[in-house]
């Protein structure tokens, strides 16, 4: 039986599930991206989105839909 953790809250300072983690392939992937791209690029992809995100119209949320 797999443990079920929050992620999010568990492993702030690393997983602490080690190979047994579920989200191993994540993890594999964002330290690939990491060590291949620079900040400048990591920056600029961070700039993009924040610039569709700004261009996207407003959401509203009614209080019934929540």
Do not use: Y
């Amino acid at each position: 039986m797999e443990p079920k953790i929050n992620c999010a809250q568990a492993c702030v300072n690393g997983c602490i599930l080690g190979d047994k983690c579920p989200n191993i392939e994540f993890r594999e992937a964002a330290s690939q991206f990491i060590k291949e791209t620079s900040l400048d690029e990591m920056l600029a992809i961070a700039e993009e989105r924040l610039r569709k995100k700004m261009m996207e119209p407003p959401k509203w949320v009614l209080p019934e839909d929540a």
